[in-house]
């Protein structure tokens, strides 16, 4: 179909429609007169790219997007665009700070953390793929806005950047790649913020977590011993992550930076060191159960 009938279908003007062509997000086949001739694919792709825009996706981040049958990329935008909402909220609060009279200096600093934060949950979610670096990067993002005071802070978070700049691709095989794509491609960042918040309420009150979830963490123990779970894809991708964090400096380079870096989560990775002591205590066959 020619580019009036497809402007019609589309809801997007012809100048808008031969600009997407210029970005090379649609492909029509041209007509020996010259004229583009769009099949049924490139309506439902520009029907695609119209939503997107309205969303406030830059034209890159819809290549990117439509390039990607795993929807792992709108996934990835997803949790960029919802931390991005909450960097304007806290610049807004800024904002107010200083119509009140609040020293330019001191919200300076808080605006610096600001955007160093930003840039280590840009750097997380491209170190880590799929799920798990959504994951990841929405449990440090609530550690990142501290304003960075000391020499060390500073030290921490360029290490933490060089780290994230240079750390190892995580590799999964095709097979479990396509399992963690089936399992969490119904989890939002709703899902994951609440997995984060139960995570952290067993922490702060390990004893309360114990007592309410005694026979959950028996049969979660049991499980771990079965055959059933040392064949699992689950078990696989645990091993993988294990091995990945021990020899990539996950745990000697970053995590250390982290604590450097962030008061909160310097407090926050105390708790689960108390929590994992006493749930080692009653359980001795689990194995750091809340290890970051």
Partial sequence: MLINEVSKLTN????????????????????????????????????????????????????????DATNNTLQKITVLKELSIQREQAKKAILENLSFGKDYAELS?????????????????????GYYGRFICLHFARFLNEPITTSEQQSAY????????????????????????????????????????????????????LLENKEVIERYLAYKQSEEYKNSPIYKIQTILKEF???????????????????????YFKQIEVANEKLSFIYPEINNFNKE
């Fill in 12 to 67: 997007l003007t012809k100048k808008a429609i031969e600009y997407y062509i210029e970005q090379e997000l649609v492909f029509p086949n041209v007509l020996e007169n010259g004229y583009r001739n769009f099949s049924e694919n490139d309506v439902e792709c520009l029907k695609k790219i119209y939503v997107f825009r309205k969303l406030g996706l830059s034209t890159t981040e819809i290549r990117a997007v439509l390039a």
């Fill in 109 to 129: 600093s808080e605006l610096r953390a600001i955007e160093q934060s930003s840039t280590v949950n840009e750097k997380l979610l491209e170190a880590f793929p």
């Fill in 158 to 209: 360029e290490e933490i950047i060089a780290f994230l700049d240079n750390v190892p691709s995580l590799q999964f095989t095709e097979d479990l790649q396509l399992f963690l794509m089936e399992s969490t491609k119904q989890m939002n960042t709703e899902n994951i913020r609440d997995v984060l918040e139960n995570t952290k309420q067993s922490i702060e009150n390990p004893d309360k977590f």
């Fill in 245 to 267: 964090n021990d020899t990539s400096g996950y745990y000697d380079v970053f995590i250390p930076a982290m604590k450097k870096l962030s008061v909160s989560y310097s407090e």
